[in-house]
């Protein structure tokens, strides 16, 4: 008869909860990757508008276009801040999952080894049961030549 480990159910369990954690962190960290290539167009675009302003100033711009890039500045300048903000959400999150993972993690890790500890005693009482069962054997197949 092989091993078998009495807790065999909750170390899937665990291990389950511990790949689901996995995925959730991988979700949130891809979160902060998107927003963080958002928050880098909207720098870009930002920039660029602010030289092409500025060129268009050296060249004669009338007030009511001035008045409109800088309305559409300001416009993106929000749009940055609220990208920022949203992106420093997320890696909270990510922080949080991050944390819930490595407990996982850590829950795991225990079984596994109460697991290891469990099969090295399992093995060793096998150890013991051969050994029994070749002395028993021996002292048969003893009395058996000898008297």
Known sequence: MGFKFKYEALLSYRRHKKEMAELDLARCLKK??????????????????????????????????????????A????????????????????????????ERHK??????????????RWLMEQERREQKQLGELIMLRYRRDYL
């Open 107 to 120: 829950e795991l890790k225990i079984l596994e080894m109460l697991k290891e500890k469990h099969r090295r």
């Open 32 to 73: 902060v990757r998107e927003v963080e290539e958002g928050i880098r167009e909207l720098t870009c675009l930002y920039y660029t508008t602010t030289t092409t302003m500025g060129s268009l100033m050296k060249s004669g711009l009338d007030g009511k276009d001035l008045q409109s890039y800088g309305e559409f500045l």
């Open 75 to 102: 416009s993106l300048s929000f749009k940055i801040q609220e990208k920022e903000e949203e992106r420093r959400r997320y890696e909270r999150e990510a922080e949080e999952k991050r944390s819930f993972l490595i």
